[in-house]
């Protein structure tokens, strides 16, 4: 299986910070990889496919980059509806696995 | 607008048998892979495993041969089947259609699944 390394596992931030978070894959993925956030009782929502397409409706404060074995998801600007918890997704290879996380808490 | 809405038995008993539906709702059921992923509670995402539109299917090796999904085209549903479960498949299960593409995802809303005995 690849394993998907994300960092940190949590992380205190105020409105208007910028923010990055990264995944580091066990082998080269290419760009197959999407950035997932989920708040409390729901279900994922992606915010980037392909590494570092936008999906349609996400705002552009969400910025995603990187190619291979290492990816990051930036938050330009933090807003308050923004304190969730992210996760990667590799599709590369089956089975498809998630980053452990990271929890993006307000300070 | 796609909708998926799943349902299911909430508490099972260790050995017992997780049997989870989920019924789409718009858009062409038969032009997509379908998947189910799960979450223990306070914990991180599991892919378990796909269906695509031929039918055949992928699973997660971690949980070898004790899961089954299936899809009912007639009924645009597919079902997830967990056999001799125990307290680690604890989760909230989740279907999904998951695209690589610039396609939107669709999610279901869940459902927690207990084992205790």
């Known amino acids: 299986d690849i394993q998907m390394t994300q960092s940190p596992s949590s992380l205190s931030a105020s409105v208007g910070d910028r923010v990055s978070i990264t995944c580091r894959a066990s082998?080269?993925?290419?760009?197959?990889l999407g950035w997932y956030q989920q708040k409390p009782g729901k279900a994922p929502k992606r915010l980037i496919y392909a590494a570092s397409s936008l999906q349609s409706g996400v705002p552009s404060r969400f910025t995603g980059s990187g190619s291979g074995t290492e990816f990051t998801l930036t938050i330009s600007s933090l807003q308050p509806e923004d304190f969730a918890t992210y996760y990667c997704l590799q599709h590369n290879a089956y089975p498809w696995t998630f980053g452990q996380g990271t929890k993006v808490e307000i300070e | 607008q796609v909708q998926l809405q799943q349902w299911g038995a909430g508490l099972l008993k260790p050995s017992e048998t997780l049997s989870l539906t989920c019924a789409v709702y718009?858009?062409?059921?038969?032009?997509?892979?379908w998947t189910w992923i799960r979450q223990p509670p306070g914990k991180g995402l599991e892919w378990v495993g796909e269906i695509s539109q031929s039918g055949s299917t992928i699973y997660n090796p971690s949980l070898k041969s004790r899961v089954t999904i299936s899809v009912e085209k007639a009924k645009n549903t597919l079902s997830l089947r967990l056999t001799s479960v125990t307290a680690a498949d604890t989760a909230v299960y989740y279907c999904?259609?998951?695209?690589?593409?610039?396609?939107?995802?669709?999610w279901g809303q869940g459902t927690l699944v207990t084992v205790s005995s």
């Open positions: 718009g858009g062409s059921f038969n032009s997509y892979y």
């Open positions: 999904a259609r998951l695209v690589v593409g610039a396609t939107s995802d669709y």
């Open positions: 082998q080269g993925i290419r760009n197959d």
